[in-house]
């Protein structure tokens, strides 16, 4: 449930978007490592009931109408849903909707970005993408107080190490040289 209202990961990503104490990306091993407990869980449960289970359809089997009924509303149910999914037909696309209206108000917080995952560029692609020399994006870091390791260090890393966000260091970098603030006056990557 909370997967569905969470923002995209560029947003995310960049913004350092949590719920509860997790990011997105948390979210999404916890949803992961679930589901496989749940999978798991339910392929044991039906090896120790294996017999009764079986005796169980038999016994379903002698009474054909009745099985027959129910499987017939489960596959038709399941089809409906299949392909009410794919054509995106309502109710179902109106679900879908609603998904993509709530991840669309989460963009704001990611508008500054320079590209879509910016986050996992390196400074030196970074600085590309702005028109400035690493060595200016390095300076003008060190300059607002952030601890650089070097110029192959992602966006990312280099903000997690300095307990920030991605959009932080930007903002530091746009501080120093305005220009940088539209990816080079809109010749950056993903503005043009």
């Known amino acids: 449930v909370l997967l ?4 995209r990961g560029r947003v995310a990503n960049w913004t350092g978007w949590t719920m509860l104490g997790l990011s997105k990306d948390g979210w999404s ?11 798991l869980v339910a392929a044991v449960h039906l090896v120790f009931n294996w ?3 079986w005796g169980y359809i038999k016994k379903k089997a002698s009474f054909a109408l009745n099985l027959k009924w ?18 995106g037909v309502p109710p179902f696309s109106t679900v879908m ?14 508008s500054d970005a320079p590209a879509p995952h910016a986050e996992e560029f ?7 993408g702005l028109h400035l020399s690493a060595g200016q994006i390095v300076e003008a ?15 990312g890393q280099i903000a997690e190490a300095n307990g920030v966000t991605p959009r932080d260091l930007h903002a530091a970098i746009t501080k120093r040289f305005p220009e940088a ?8 990557p993903g503005r043009g």
Request: proline share 1%; aromatic share 8%.
């Open 4 to 7: 569905f209202f969470t923002p």
């Open 29 to 39: 091993a916890v949803h992961v490592n679930l589901g496989i407990v749940v999978v």
């Open 51 to 53: 017999t009764k289970f």
């Open 70 to 87: 129910e499987m017939l509303a489960a596959a038709l149910l399941a089809a409906v849903v299949l392909a009410g999914a794919v054509y």
């Open 97 to 110: 909707a609603l998904n993509q209206q709530i991840k669309d108000s989460w963009e704001g917080g990611a």
């Open 122 to 128: 390196s400074l030196e692609r970074l600085a590309a």
């Open 141 to 155: 870091l060190r300059e607002e107080g952030f601890d650089v390791a070097g110029t192959t260090a992602t966006v």
């Open 181 to 188: 603030s539209r990816g080079g006056q809109g010749k950056g």
